[in-house]
């Protein structure tokens, strides 16, 4: 009233900016709910057009008990509030189905996945953009990705994986974004690794790490999950700087995606932390099951490929599915 502009608190920021980050359809949604949700308890009824309820001649001389016309307005915008707060979780609801039918089909054909995770601005895009040439939108703006991007990359070895963007991490975020937002973080729950990626830029990178392990402390099994720290931005920072944060949180990779330091370092640490195919192969594939050859160079480790009158005869290692499927297909 003093100052005669607007104030809004910290969440309705984040709130804003994730609004305007907002792309795919579910990403609207899931921002739509967060402000409505928030929103919801905070509807006032203060001001001319929206008085309270009130008696006597403070309601026109309707009489006591009587409703000024904001009550009504308030009811009627907190019943619309709740009926569109009601349908956006029917509709992220049957797009969760959508996410869990793509995410399934990732799991059931053995590929490794990787998760980026980071504080908000640390380069988690720029990195996957370096990893696998994603094209992926990279701002130097807070929360310039919402919806999870998944790629898929290779390590030095010839294994196929999945690599998978998220929002950024901020500290103390506000308790509506953790909810709307979890589906950004489900990527991180199925992971087998997790990249986190640090702003070693950043006057206060160690609190950044800390924030981004508290969030994550909350998802199942995320403690039994391989993470590699990464220390993103070191063109900007002196190698003195670089031996410190290491030393307080514990090692990390310095890379830069500005001039591609760091990245095959990065590549081979991914590739020794996932999982290793463990069956033993050594069989003989008929050539009308080829597929099978090519889903082993994709998701196992090749040791030997000789091609004989009868089919591919193949040496080395697989997951149990691929080994039960090219057992079958031997025999």
Known sequence: DQVKVKVIDRTAVILDIFAQHASSR???AQVELA????????LRGWGQSMSRQAGGRVSGGAGIGARGPGETKLETDRRRITKRIAKLRREIKQMKKSRDTKREGRLNSSLASVAIVGYTNAGKSSLLNALVDADVMVQDALFATLDPTVRQ???????????????????ELPHELVEAFRSTLEEVEYADVIVHVVDASHHNPVQQVATVHEVIADLPNVSQIPEIIVLNKTDLVDALHIRALQSAIGGGIPLSTRTGQGINQLQEAIANALPSPEKPIDYVIPYDQSALVARLHEEGIVDKVEYLENGTHVVGRAGPALAQAILEAAN
């Open 26 to 28: 579910e990403g609207k």
């Open 35 to 42: 402000q409505l949700q928030y929103l919801l308890p905070r």
């Open 153 to 171: 990359a290779e390590t030095p070895d010839g294994r196929t994986y999945t690599l998978s963007d998220t929002v950024g991490f901020i500290d």
